[in-house]
């Protein structure tokens, strides 16, 4: 039975899932190792999808033919659009997941997708020959050939939970760690290191005092993720409001000494943009009060997510805590919040296939690489699923770069930055923001997923006519001029000043605070209809139109971008020899192993002297 | 930073400061071009010859010049490329190379010439590790100005403009980052003000360059008047009460005498304008060509007045320029005291000197006048100056892109396109400083904000 399987995925997190069923969509003979399949795309901590930037990676994994922006439509029981206040750009969507309805409906497609077996078990070593990858070995099933693997193993390697001083194995609350896989990949010369994440606690929901609460509901109109996703009329079940106060404080400031955290049994690095409470309240002793979110966890659930106090101190501060918060004056705690250190692989010994650079054939994916979110990990799932297809295959690897994707941002970030906490997606980390949108992710993707076989002729026409239109818009605006006996009229109803002698159209957009669906009306009948096909397409014209000096400034920079990303260096460069670059970019270029000049020039510590000596070396 | 083979770049290739000859350097595709523009000669420009003429930029005539130009690739730099030689004068220098980037050129970074000669084949492969050596050296050099690595106060002063931008970067990044019921969202007009206060630091470091470039160069100073006021004849008193400085190449130009004289710490480089007033474009008419230039190339403006003939209407000049000036009120022997004392009135409030410069009197009062207003310049410049011409260019850029960005929050742009000129001015600073990275405004972020669920 030698190669019954040829890709393996170990771990059926929301990066396991994406991987596994890419490569088995991509003809893959493919087996998902789990240890439970019930708990194959279990929601560890919020009961969301989406936010900020995390939007951007759930459009993009649709664009690609991944799963979660789908299955969130389909089972979200909230929609919100985030950032409407702002630019365009920085629009992003969140959604509150009934988290049962969303695991079952993954494990449904896992369950169904052909080429794809599951079986519940543990991975406890990797087998390899000739720097190559051939087989997983695990507890109840012995070694299993393969030609590729994906480790995506969450939190589960080593996992180590701390309740105030309690400290226990675990890879998630109730679940078992993995043990033996990281000392496996420690010995065929992977490192590993710790980090740390949290969640809060969860409470009873009918111990809610909800008088004393703000309710707070999704959007009205709301907008689905996947571009693919027709028919949409989710429910909106909301979310409640309040706060924590100097009592808060109080209580927690007394339990301090008791804190894994301050108290040093926790070691490893914790992301700092979702601190827990106790590092707000120290760190930030000023404030009076923080705001806390309770956000149910599934449709009629009675077990409510206390976002905003992700915490480690003991149960009993916890609990006493959460009682001085208005209306949670009698909450009852189903579960406690908790702390969790894991084993993680610094992410500089990957290439951006997400293969790893000692073992070929050997992927790595999720928070394993040191991220922390749902969303990044499918991400790179995805990503790492496509490549472990293409490499048994013998195909060209598939990758993204940051001007292209903010998955492509992720990765870059990861392997030229190899951060040392856990690793969240920011729209600021994106330098191309402003062409990497939500609305557009499936223009400036769909044409890859489609490459691969990942989308269908349908979608693919979709996206293509939609880029169509927006253009033959922009062309309309740019070369129809409105006479003043048109325009003043509606100039005047908005408050704006009149023109006396005939103005493009594109002009007039381009006043500050003007929407085009005042000009809507001057567009031709069929091209109007063209446009209006397709709900936001108006939106997106008035972006290309309004920032186009803006937008061609990205365009050009990214211009000078693929220029250095085109750049390649042999993986066998010996640094060592290189006199002309500083010690400490010898150093970091050894261990990096950038692929491109691009690559190099991101690492820190690398100058852009460094590049240049380099540049010119590689051009002998 | 990458190779960029494409654009035409122009640098002194001798090194700066007075000398028989100095030598500007053209590289890349259009250089010819350029040079055609600024050089007229009754023999055209051949391959490898080397031809007399004279150089011209957009205001007029700047300098007689030898150029030689050598056609790709058989050129020191595999390109096209063109060495003009010209008197060795910085203020000659500067216009050429200022007229060759008007004309599409780019100043050339730190080896750049180099580099180019090694990437075109122009050197076997023995030389090529000097080659990387003198660019690292070169550019290593920019980089211990950068990083926290700049010392004293220029160093401090510096770092504090740009962690001011990098404070608004984060402001602004924070409400694109995280949602709103998390943080307070900062007004408009507030941020308009900080990048103001930031861009007016950034402005009084511009210009103290022309500080640091005096005390490099020498003060500019242009002695203008209406005819027979007596700019010769003082011209010619400096020369007989000061110590003169032998410049190498006296008369840098055929239509001014140049002469230098040191007082104190100062050299001073005294322009005699007397011959082009009999030229069209007399300093009378001001607003044309090399008055104009010499206006605003001056660093002190010795502007002569006979006070004998002293009409109401005195020449109007431009704040700008009207700060540089010296008043110096001529002849004064022969003024009857309460022509003395009415003319004190006329100028109260402007720094201004009797002399006679027939008679030698008052030249020193009007040399430590001078001395006075060039410490001045140094007070303003709060004692720390920039020198380099690599940082004024820089800040130059970093507060154009503060202004754009003002505009963008003016017209209620939103932020994350308010963002892209802010990130712009950084990328400027960097030059000075080392880049600003991504993380160095989410460390910002981080320390400054209490956020995250």
Same mark, same amino acid.
């Given at each position: 039975?030698?190669? /019954? ?14 991987? &596994? ?37 759930? &459009? ?270 009698? /909450? ?32 790595? &994916? ?255 | ?149 700049? *010392? ?131 300093? *009378? ?19 002569? =007045? ?13 704040? *700008? ?64 100056? =920039? ?5 004024? *260019? ?60």
């Amino acid at each position: 039975m030698k190669h /019954a399987f040829e890709n393996i995925v170990v771990g059926g997190g929301h990066a396991g899932v994406e991987a &596994a069923l890419v490569s088995a969509r991509m003809d893959i003979n493919t087996l998902l190792i789990t240890m439970e399949k019930t708990a194959i795309a279990r929601m560890s901590c919020n009961p969301a999808i989406g936010g900020l930037a995390k939007g951007h990676l759930v &459009a993009e994994i649709d664009a690609l033919g991944g799963e979660m922006a789908k299955v969130i439509d389909i089972t979200g029981i909230q929609f919100k659009m985030l950032n409407r206040s702002k630019g365009r750009a920085v629009w992003s969507p969140r959604a509150q997941a009934d988290k049962n309805q969303y695991s079952l409906e993954i494990q449904k497609r896992v369950m169904n997708q052909d080429n794809l077996s599951v079986i519940e078990d543990i991975a406890t070593k990797i087998v390899v020959e000739n720097s190559r990858i051939v087989a997983v070995e695990t507890i109840n099933h012995g070694s299993i050939p393969c030609k590729t693997a994906i480790i995506t193993a969450g939190t589960f390697l080593n996992g180590l939970i701390h309740i105030g001083m309690d400290q226990f194995s675990g890879g998630r609350l109730d679940e078992k760690s993995a043990v033996g896989l990281t000392e496996s990949l420690n010995k065929i010369g992977i490192k590993s290191g710790r980090l740390k994440t949290g969640t809060p606690p969860r409470i009873k929901a009918d111990t809610i005092d909800y008088t004393k609460v703000l309710p707070q509901y999704g959007d009205k109109d709301p907008i689905p993720f996947s571009f693919q996703t027709e028919r949409f009329s989710p429910k909106n079940i909301p979310c409640y409001i309040t706060h924590t106060t100097k009592t808060t404080h109080e209580i927690l400031y007394r339990g301090l000494d008791r804190s894994p955290l301050y108290s040093g049994k926790i070691r490893g690095v914790g992301p700092r943009y979702c601190p827990s409470i106790e590092d707000k309240i120290v760190r930030f002793g000023d404030r009076n009060s923080h705001q806390i979110f309770l956000e149910p966890e599934w449709e009629n659930a009675n077990q409510v997510y206390v976002n905003g106090f992700s915490t480690s101190l003991p149960l009993d501060i916890q609990l006493r805590g959460l009682r001085s918060i208005p209306g949670l004056e009698n /909450a009852e705690i189903i579960k406690p919040g908790y702390a969790i250190e894991y084993d993680y692989f610094p992410s500089y010994q990957l290439k951006r296939t997400l293969e790893t650079k000692l073992i070929g054939g050997l992927f790595l &994916a999720g928070q394993v690489n040191g991220t922390s979110g749902y969303e990044e990990a499918a991400a790179l799932g995805l990503v790492a699923g496509i490549n472990a297809a293409l490499n048994i295959r013998e195909e060209k690897p598939f990758f993204l770069d940051r001007s292209e994707a903010y998955i492509g941002v992720l990765i870059d970030d990861l392997i030229t930055k190899s951060p040392n906490e856990p690793y969240r997606m920011f729209t600021s980390s994106a330098e191309y923001r402003l062409l990497l949108r939500f609305d557009n992710a499936d223009m400036r993707l769909s044409h890859k997923g489609h490459l691969l076989g990942l989308i269908n002729d349908h979608y693919f026409k979709t996206a293509n006519t939609k880029r169509a239109t927006i253009k033959a818009a922009i062309n309309f605006l740019e070369s129809t001029t409105v006479c003043p006996a048109d325009i003043n009229p509606i100039l005047q109803n908005q408050n704006e000043s009149t023109i006396h002698s005939g103005v493009l159209l594109q002009k007039i957009l381009c006043r500050p605070g003007f929407h085009i669906s005042a000009l809507l009306s001057f567009f031709p009948a069929d091209l109007l209809s063209r446009i209006r096909q397709y709900k936001g397409l108006d939106d997106q014209i008035e972006i290309d139109v309004k920032y186009k000096g803006y937008i061609h400034r990205q365009i050009k920079q990214i211009d000078r971008f693929k220029r250095q990303e085109s750049l390649r260096i042999p993986g066998s460069l010996d640094y060592s020899n290189i006199k002309s670059i500083t010690k400490e970019a010898r150093e970091k270029l050894h261990k990096f192993r950038p692929e491109t000049i691009g690559q190099a020039s991101r690492i820190p510590g690398v100058s852009p002297s460094d590049i240049t000596s380099l540049m010119i070396l590689l051009k002998r | 930073m990458g190779v960029e083979n494409k654009s035409t770049i122009v640098a002194l290739s001798t090194p700066g400061g007075f000398g028989g000859i100095a030598v500007v350097r053209l590289s890349g595709d259009k250089s010819f071009e350029i040079i055609q523009n600024l050089f007229k000669s009754k023999q055209q420009l051949r391959h490898r010859l080397a031809i007399f003429g004279r150089l011209y930029d957009k205001n007029g005539y700047i300098d007689t010049a030898i150029v030689t130009y050598f056609k790709a690739p058989n050129s020191y730099t595999g390109e096209n490329l063109v060495e003009i030689s010209l008197h060795g004068s910085p203020f000659l220098c500067d216009l050429i190379i200022t007229a060759c980037k008007q004309e599409g050129a780019r100043g050339a970074a730190p080896g750049e010439f180099t580099q180019r000669a090694f990437l075109n084949g122009k050197m076997d492969l023995s030389q090529a590790e000097g080659v990387a050596d003198i660019i690292y050296s070169a550019s290593r050099s920019a980089q211990t100005a950068s990083a926290g690595l700049l *010392e004293g106060k220029f160093g401090e002063i510096i770092s504090n403009i740009k962690s001011a931008v990098v404070d608004i970067v984060s402001v602004l990044e924070l409400e694109l980052d995280f949602q709103e019921e998390e943080i307070q969202i900062t007004p408009k007009d507030e941020i308009i003000k900080q990048i103001n206060a930031v861009s007016a630091k950034i402005e009084a470091l511009i210009n103290s360059y022309d500080y640091g470039k005096i005390c490099r160069e020498g003060v500019v100073c242009p002695i203008i008047g209406p005819p027979n006021s007596g700019k010769s004849s003082l011209f010619n008193a400096f020369l007989k009460e000061e110590r003169v400085i032998v410049s190498p190449s006296p008369g840098t130009t055929r239509d001014f005498i140049e002469e230098s004289i040191r007082v104190g710490d100062y050299q001073f480089r005294l322009i005699d304008t007397a011959g082009i007033r009999d030229t069209d474009d007399s300093i *009378e008419s001001a607003g044309v060509s090399k008055s104009k230039d010499l206006l605003n190339k001056g660093n002190i403006i010795l502007y002569v =007045i006979d006070i004998s003939e002293l009409k109401a209407n005195v020449l109007q000049l431009s704040d *700008e320029i009207s700060e540089k000036v010296i008043y110096i009120l001529n002849k004064s022997d022969l003024a009857k005291p309460h022509l003395i004392s009415k003319v004190k009135k006329q100028f109260a409030g402007q720094q201004h000197y009797f002399c006679s410069a027939k008679y030698l009197t008052g030249i020193h009062e009007i040399t430590s006048g001078m001395v006075k207003k060039i410490e001045r310049l140094r007070q303003e410049s709060e004692s720390v100056f =920039i020198t380099r011409l690599r940082h004024k *260019e820089a800040l130059d850029m970093a507060r154009k892109s503060l202004m754009k960005s003002v505009d963008s929050a003016t017209a209620d742009n939103p932020s994350e396109i308010i963002v892209i000129d802010l990130r712009e001015a950084l990328d400027r600073l960097g030059a000075i400083l080392g880049k600003t990275t991504n993380e160095d405004i989410l460390n910002n972020i981080f320390s400054h904000f209490c956020i995250g669920k």
